[in-house]
């Protein structure tokens, strides 16, 4: 059972289908919202909270693996899909673009639990990483001119001598820019810097200490 809030949408073209679903995730404590096409689902107004997308191959608009083709995958959660008229090709296809599960109708209800379970999980991950990404480029734009071309030297490995050398200032310059990208980047060390570095795929010129 998923014991923190989250919200579960189906998208299927057959009501019945879709009340199906919905009273057997209610009944387990997961709540949902149902919608016959993707149109209408794309103009639900989403609340913030991780989900899961369980979705119908066959649509009255546009097919689900044609819309999972063409959505951006930080704005929409993870998809599960769920279809009668399943087949390898287009199970392939939807789990190569990251479906989290193909069900084919009939499915045991309990497999479209662990699914749901998995998407939601994975979507937590996925709004983490995007709430930390937000801190780190909200800091990263208080740093200066100087002090962007600091970062990636620090992280690199490369010595402040052979830092600042590329540069063209004195250590004692760098080691004060240094400081300041610490204090602004609110990390405690150099590896949380470099943790903070990767996250925003800044790029690190390779370290040569073959000057030491």
């Known amino acids: 059972m998923i014991k923190e809030p989250c919200l579960i949408y189906i998208v299927d073209d057959d009501q019945r289908i879709c009340e199906a679903l919905c009273d057997f995730l209610e009944a ?3 709540p949902s919202q ?7 689902y794309v103009k639900f107004d989403r609340p913030n909270l991780p ?24 704005s929409h959660p993870p998809i599960v ?8 090709p287009s199970s392939v296809r939807a789990m190569k673009h990251g479906a989290v599960d193909f069900l084919t109708k009939p499915f045991e209800h309990t497999d479209l639990l ?25 800091r990263l734009s208080t740093l200066t001119p100087r002090e962007r071309e600091v970062l990636p ?3 690199s490995g490369l010595l402040n001598k052979q830092a600042a050398a590329k540069l063209a200032i004195s250590e004692v310059t760098f080691q004060i820019h240094r400081g300041r990208v610490m204090q602004k ?4 060390s ?19 200490r073959s000057g030491r």
């Open 51 to 74: 989900g899961c997308l369980v979705l119908d191959i066959n649509l009255p608009d546009i097919s689900g693996l044609e819309f999972q083709s063409q959505f951006d995958r930080e």
């Open 34 to 40: 149902s919608f016959n096409s993707i149109g209408d």
């Open 153 to 155: 030297l620090v992280v």
């Open 185 to 188: 980047m609110q990390a405690k």
């Open 81 to 88: 899909f769920v279809t009668g008229h399943g087949d390898i």
């Open 190 to 208: 150099v590896a949380q810097l470099v943790m903070m570095a990767q996250t925003l795929q800044i790029s690190m010129p390779n370290a040569n």
């Open 28 to 30: 387990n404590g997961v």
């Open 114 to 138: 662990n699914a749901v379970q998995t998407a939601v999980a994975q979507d937590r991950v996925r709004r983490a990483h995007q709430t930390e990404l937000t801190v780190l480029k909200a």
